[in-house]
C-alpha cells in the first residue's frame, strides 16, 4: 500500500457496522457512532438492529475499537462517513446528519487525509456541500491539503444472499491518486468487481438511478395492478405470465417504504427542481407509490367492513420482511387510517424494537401471547417475515397483503 492506513468508520447503522467489520479483518480500524448507548452494546457484541452477526462484532473489536468521541479517531487518515440522508416532513432532503460530520470531522482533519462518503446524496452533494464545509472548518483546501472519495452503499437491508463483499462497488475521487487509493482497499475488503466512475457526480447519480428504477418499477405495478383490480383479474398471474418472456422485468405490486428507495426519489426530485428541470414520470411513480398504503387500508376497511369486525390484527410493523428496521414503514400510515375505524387494532412484530416505536410513535407492539389470547374478527399480514409463515389463528379470517396490493 501507498500509505500506513488506519481507516474510521463513522456511523455504525445498516451500513456502517457491517463495514466496520470487514474493515477490520484486514486493516486498523475504529468505528465511531453519536449514540453513546449503542457504541456500548456493541462493545458488548449486542445489536439491536441486526445489522451483523455477534461473532462479527467480537471478532473485530479484537482489532479495532469503538468509540462516540471524535478525539478518539483523529489519528486516522481515512475516514469513510456512513450517516443514514433522509427527508423532512416536507419530502425535502435532511442532510443535517452528514453536514454534522463534515463539521466535527473538520476539527480533527490533518494533510493528507482522505475522506470518503458512502451515505446516498443527489448528484452534485459533495462537491457542492460536503467539500465547501471541511474546506471552511479545517482552513484547508481539498486536493491540495486533503482529498475526497465518494463510493455509494449498496447493503440491502435483511438480504442474507447478497452479502456487502460480494456486491459490486462504485468508486469514484476528487483526484487519481485518491481513486487509486480507494481502489486499493476496496479491492482487498471485498471478492466484488470494482467500477471507478470518472467523477464523484457520476458516482452520486449512479446510486441514484439504481434506486429510482426500482421505486418507478414498483409504482408501474402498483397502477397496473389497480387496473386489474377493474377488469376482475389477478396481478401476480399476470406477471407470471408475462414473465415468461426474456425482456420483461419482474416486479410485483408492493408498498415502498425504509430509507432507500423512497427517500431518495425526492432526493432527486428536489436536486431537479433546483435546476428547474422536470422529471414527469419519476414524480408520478413516486406519488402512486405513496398512495398504496391508502389503498391497502381502504381494501382492508372493505373487508372488515363486509365481515363486521371490530377487532383487527396486523401482523408486521417493520418495512419490509425479516429485518427490524421500520424507517419509513407504510404499515405505520395503514395502522393510523384503520385505528379511527374500528374498536380495536393492534400490531405485532417479534422482531422490531418494541420500546423504540412506542416512544417513537406511541404504538403498543404486542406480544405473541397477547396476539394468540385476543379475540379477533380478521388478521391481516402485511410484512412477510419468516416467523409468520406457520403462524395461524383458527376460526378467524386471515388475509395475506399479496392478495389486496
Known sequence: ??????????????????LFCLISNHFTCKGLDNDSNRINLLKEGIDNRECEKRRNIIFALQRGMLTSLYSDIKDCNIYIVCVQTGIDEYNEPDLTPIKKVCESLSEILKRGDIVIFESTVFPGAIEDICIPILEECSSMKVNIDFSVGYSPERINVGDKSHKLELIPKIISASNNETLSLMNNIYSTILSAPIIQASSIKVAEAAKMYENVQRDVLIALANEFSSFCD????????VTECAASKWNFAKVYPGLVGGHCIGVDTYYLL???????????????????NEEKSHVVANKIKDIAISLEAHNILLLGFSYKADTPDYRNTKVLDIYNELKGYFTVVDCFDPIVDKKSIKNEFGISIITSEEAYRSNYDLVVKLVDHKAFKKIEFPNTKFIDINEIL
Do not use: C, F, S, W
Not at 230 to 237: K, L, S
Not at 272 to 288: D, M, P, S
Open 1 to 18: 500500500m501507498e500509505k500506513d492506513i488506519r481507516i474510521a468508520v463513522i456511523g455504525l447503522g445498516y451500513v456502517g457496522l457491517p
Open 230 to 237: 377493474v377488469e376482475g383479474i389477478n396481478i401476480n398471474e
Open 270 to 288: 428536489q436536486r431537479a427542481k433546483e435546476k428547474k428541470h422536470q422529471l414527469n414520470i419519476i414524480q408520478t411513480a413516486r406519488n402512486v
